[in-house]
């Protein structure tokens, strides 16, 4: 079985015999998943209202601590949620009645943001179907498969620097 990754891989063969192009077909499957996986969770997200970037904070604050309260420079470590797009992203939420920004207790500059009751209930709504939906997109794997896959990526972001914050 062959994919289009693999028509690339032998077009350039065939054109470039001295080139070792073994690293696009890593790379260019990647890229390829990457647009694949985002239309599928873009779709889930959409039912929602929600994109990417509100579900990870959402997801972010629910996960983090039983008070589901972290400040904006808590949320960008812990979520993927670049620093540019936090403050819209929160400025968004709130406006629907999701998190709440309130000075912090502890620092008198700072501010915590805090997943509402409404916030709360819709992440918790949202969660066992992107989880399903994840299960979808990894379905052509066996379990052993997946633990392989995922403990391949981890050591490939390893080596890129990316690390446990």
């Known amino acids: 079985m062959a ?3 693999d028509l690339v891989l ?4 065939e054109r470039r015999p001295d080139l070792d192009a073994s690293p696009m077909g890593i790379i260019g499957r990647l890229s390829r998943l990457s647009v694949l996986f985002d239309a599928e969770l873009r779709r889930n997200f959409a039912k929602y209202d929600l994109d990417r970037a509100s579900f990870d904070v959402l997801a972010t604050l629910r996960r983090s601590n039983p008070e589901h309260s972290l400040t904006p420079a808590g949320l960008m470590r812990s979520s993927m949620v670049t620093s540019g797009a936090i403050s819209q992203r929160l400025d968004r939420l709130e ?7 309130a000075p912090s207790e ?3 500059r700072g501010v915590q943001v805090t997943l509402t ?6 992440i918790d709504k949202v969660l066992p179907t992107h989880v399903d939906t994840e299960a979808e997109l990894l379905s052509g794997l ?5 633990d392989q896959l995922a403990g391949l990526l981890r050591s490939l972001l390893e080596s890129l620097g990316d690390k446990r914050d």
């Open 3 to 5: 994919d289009h990754v």
């Open 10 to 13: 032998e077009q350039w063969r």
């Open 95 to 101: 406006g629907r009645g999701l998190v709440t920004r």
């Open 106 to 108: 502890t620092d008198g």
């Open 117 to 122: 009751a409404k916030g709360l209930e819709l």
């Open 142 to 146: 066996s379990a052993g498969e997946r």
